[in-house]
């Protein structure tokens, strides 16, 4: 007969180790989509073909071994990951009060301030990606603001701004909902919606409310409603597209017909965002409907993340970290914290590498990926971590997840 043998995990001591390793790279580090910053693809006529670049990106992407080295792709600082590094810190900053994640923070904002897109282009605060992005319906040249990355960098700063009384960071976080109204909002194809990107119409529903509930709580904090009743709009049209079982596909395009898991964990905590900024009990029936599909259809009992609807595979710590999120904003119940404790142990047995204080990337059913990837990777599991720790240590002290084992 074995014994079982209980072991304890520190996670607050866990998330601290994965912030010195990411603090020793300055916060930088590689991207699932860098690859276009290769010196040596920049060096040759290839760097002109839309064909070229994509399957380029996807090659690099997709290969279980870092080729980006080779590739002269130099690690960088990422806004959207830097946003998130942010948020984690303040999380980490409430429950400890140690002013060390206080000033990271700071230094962090002064950073992505200087990040700012071309403000005489766009008029507004917003912000893009470091790398050139190629996908299947458009490219994006660095440093062009997309709305997921605004959103992020947006929300990291106004909690920044309200924690140490700066107008300047709140004033700045608002502005980017003008440049979301103003770039983003677009009217075709009979749907209204915030587009990912300036002059392109690829509908997805993440983004699309994500820009809605950043435009309607500015809108609330500057007392416009003509913003409010835009990022409405907005948000009706992604609930009349939610299926009867409470899912939605990715977007609109052939190439969006897929459900997973993380994405609509965004759309379910956008929709929370905006029903609390609004105080409004209209999107109630959706947020239950799709998060009762979300618990029944991305979670293996044991807490396993899945990344889609019909399959589990591949792992993915961003789908780990998302469900932190989802299940606990989203969710109220008893077994939505338990599940959330399950989801952590899993990330945790499955995905951390401790000998290199990080989370891999992936893992499919027979190749693990363990590419260190600074927004992807890192930064959600960092954020994600501490915010779990916050909501532990808020409702019950400290906390120490067990795990079993043989």
Same mark, same amino acid.
């Given at each position: 007969?074995?014994?079982?043998?209980?072991?304890?995990?520190?996670? =607050?001591?866990?998330? +601290?180790?994965? /912030?010195?390793?990411?603090?020793?790279? @300055?916060?930088? *580090?590689?991207?699932? $989509?860098? %690859?276009?910053?290769?010196?040596?693809?920049?060096?040759?006529?290839?760097?002109?073909?839309?064909?070229?670049?994509?399957?380029?990106?996807?090659?690099?992407?997709?290969? =279980?071994?870092?080729? +980006?080295?080779? /590739?002269?792709?130099?690690?960088?600082? @990422?806004?959207? *990951?830097?946003?998130? $590094?942010? %948020?984690?810190?303040?999380?980490?900053?409430?429950?400890?009060?140690?002013?060390?994640?206080?000033?990271?923070?700071?230094?962090?904002?002064?950073?992505?301030?200087?990040?700012?897109?071309?403000?005489?282009?766009?008029?507004?605060?917003?912000?893009?990606?470091?790398?050139?992005?190629?996908?299947?319906?458009?490219?994006?040249?660095?440093?062009?603001?997309?709305?997921?990355?605004?959103?992020?960098?947006?929300?990291?700063?106004?909690?920044?701004?309200?924690?140490?009384?700066?107008?300047?960071?709140?004033?700045?976080?608002?502005?980017?909902?003008?440049?979301?109204?103003?770039?983003?909002?677009?009217?075709?194809?009979?749907?209204?919606?915030?587009?990912?990107?300036?002059?392109?119409?690829?509908?997805?529903?993440?983004?699309?409310?994500?820009?809605?509930?950043?435009?309607?709580?500015?809108?609330?904090?500057?007392?416009?409603?003509?913003?409010?009743?835009?990022?409405?709009?907005?948000?009706?049209?992604?609930?009349?597209?939610?299926?009867?079982?409470?899912?939605?596909?990715?977007?609109?395009?052939?190439?969006?017909?897929?459900?997973?898991?993380?994405?609509?964990?965004?759309?379910?905590?956008?929709?929370?965002?905006?029903?609390?900024?609004?105080?409004?009990?209209?999107?109630?029936?959706?947020?239950?409907?799709?998060?009762?599909?979300?618990?029944?259809?991305?979670?293996?009992?044991?807490?396993?993340?899945?990344?889609?609807?019909?399959?589990?595979?591949?792992?993915?710590?961003?789908?780990?970290?998302?469900?932190?999120?989802?299940?606990?904003?989203?969710?109220?119940?008893?077994?939505?914290?338990?599940?959330?404790?399950?989801?952590?142990?899993?990330?945790?047995?499955?995905?951390?590498?401790?000998?290199?204080?990080?989370?891999?990337?992936?893992?499919?059913?027979?190749?693990?990926?363990?590419?260190?990837?600074?927004?992807?990777?890192?930064?959600?599991?960092?954020?994600?971590?501490?915010?779990?720790?916050?909501?532990?240590?808020?409702?019950?002290?400290?906390?120490?997840?067990?795990?079993?084992?043989?």
């Amino acid at each position: 007969m074995s014994s079982m043998l209980r072991t304890e995990t520190d996670l =607050p001591s866990l998330n +601290r180790d994965l /912030l010195d390793d990411i603090r020793a790279d @300055n916060y930088a *580090g590689y991207d699932p $989509f860098d %690859s276009l910053n290769s010196r040596v693809l920049q060096a040759t006529p290839l760097k002109h073909s839309a064909f070229a670049r994509l399957a380029w990106l996807q090659l690099n992407k997709r290969s =279980p071994v870092n080729l +980006r080295p080779f /590739l002269m792709v130099p690690k960088k600082r @990422n806004p959207k *990951g830097i946003g998130l $590094f942010i %948020s984690g810190l303040l999380q980490d900053y409430r429950r400890t009060g140690d002013g060390f994640y206080l000033e990271e923070a700071r230094q962090l904002a002064d950073w992505l301030l200087t990040q700012n897109s071309d403000i005489a282009q766009w008029h507004h605060s917003c912000w893009g990606y470091h790398f050139d992005w190629q996908a299947r319906a458009f490219y994006v040249p660095a440093g062009k603001p997309n709305i997921i990355t605004t959103v992020y960098v947006a929300r990291a700063l106004y909690e920044l701004g309200e924690l140490i009384s700066d107008p300047r960071l709140i004033e700045i976080a608002l502005d980017s909902a003008h440049f979301i109204s103003r770039h983003l909002y677009t009217e075709t194809d009979e749907r209204c919606f915030y587009a990912y990107i300036p002059g392109e119409n690829a509908f997805v529903h993440n983004a699309s409310l994500w820009g809605a509930a950043w435009c309607a709580f500015a809108g609330r904090q500057q007392n416009n409603d003509a913003l409010v009743q835009q990022a409405l709009k907005v948000a009706r049209l992604s609930v009349s597209e939610q299926a009867e079982d409470g899912s939605w596909m990715y977007g609109a395009r052939h190439h969006h017909q897929f459900i997973d898991g993380f994405h609509t964990g965004y759309n379910l905590e956008a929709l929370c965002m905006l029903r609390d900024v609004l105080d409004s009990n209209e999107f109630d029936c959706c947020i239950e409907k799709g998060y009762r599909y979300y618990v029944s259809t991305f979670f293996e009992a044991d807490g396993t993340a899945k990344y889609y609807n019909h399959s589990t595979y591949p792992l993915d710590m961003h789908s780990f970290a998302q469900a932190v999120f989802t299940l606990l904003k989203v969710g109220s119940r008893p077994e939505d914290r338990l599940l959330s404790d399950k989801v952590v142990q899993r990330a945790i047995n499955l995905m951390y590498l401790p000998q290199k204080k990080q989370f891999i990337y992936q893992k499919s059913r027979w190749i693990t990926n363990r590419i260190n990837y600074i927004r992807w990777t890192q930064a959600w599991s960092y954020y994600a971590l501490a915010f779990y720790n916050h909501h532990v240590a808020a409702t019950e002290g400290p906390f120490l997840i067990r795990e079993k084992t043989q």
